[in-house]
């Protein structure tokens, strides 16, 4: 690196210090949103080893899915928690991008986990993205296809009826609240393979909405990711 430019990268990080998404001390040069002491302490929950992980049968006798992990354990004062906010309140796109490109490796390297044909965000409502400025599934699900050798499709997927937020609501609120919230249009083969990308994975309800809708369309294998899941 000019001599030049690494004074002034490290002016930069003097005047403006970039602080990590889980922890909040400062990072060094080297590191991005995220510090390596809090990277190799992520509470990695590793379900895309186990078919039949606890994600995964909390779908049973919901919905049918070939497969379902989430990075994270998401803990009420844990990283996951701090790291979730950044990314969906703090507008931190990039940081939904790194996230959901670990999340794409772990399901690369999985032994039963399908890299699938595509990638199908969780669609944002209008209201969300308007006041968010963006909708953090996507950058999720872009990080997840880059890692994964997948692609990206948010014409799959759409919002339907008006839905309130799901936050501090119950199981079967939260069941009524997006039972009908999601529609698709889509004429496609059939055969594709589709993986459902969210954030936050609580009480299944918006994920089992959107994997209804695509089966009504006529795809039968469909897996779900996630970055957390509040066990």
Request: aromatic share 12%; proline share 3%; with cysteine.
């Amino acid at each position: 690196m000019p001599l030049f430019t690494s004074i002034y990268s490290d002016l930069l990080e003097l005047l403006l210090p970039r602080y990590c998404s889980a922890c909040s001390i400062v990072l060094q040069t080297s590191e991005r949103h995220i510090c390596l002491y809090c990277l190799y302490d992520l509470p990695l929950t590793r379900f895309e080893f186990y078919k039949n992980n606890p994600l995964y049968r909390l779908f049973w006798g919901r919905v049918m899915l070939q497969q379902a992990t989430a990075l994270l354990y998401f803990k009420r004062c844990g990283k996951a928690r701090k790291i979730i906010h950044q990314l969906k309140y703090k507008g931190q796109s990039d940081l939904a991008y790194q996230m959901g490109f670990m999340l794409g490796l772990t399901i690369k390297q999985s032994h039963i986990f399908e890299v699938p044909d595509f990638i199908v965000p969780v669609p944002g409502s209008a209201s969300k993205i308007r006041s968010r400025g963006y909708n953090q599934c996507t950058y999720i699900a872009n990080g997840v296809a880059d890692a994964a050798n997948s692609h990206v499709r948010e014409d799959l997927l759409k919002t339907g009826k008006s839905k309130s937020t799901q936050t501090r609501k119950g199981r079967y609120a939260r069941y009524l609240n997006v039972k009908d919230g999601f529609i698709s249009k889509a004429e496609e083969n059939q055969e594709f393979s589709i993986l459902i990308v969210d954030d936050v994975v609580t009480t299944g309800a918006t994920l089992e909405s959107c994997a209804r809708t695509l089966q009504e369309r006529g795809f039968s294998r469909i897996s779900i990711a996630a970055l957390a899941w509040t066990s």
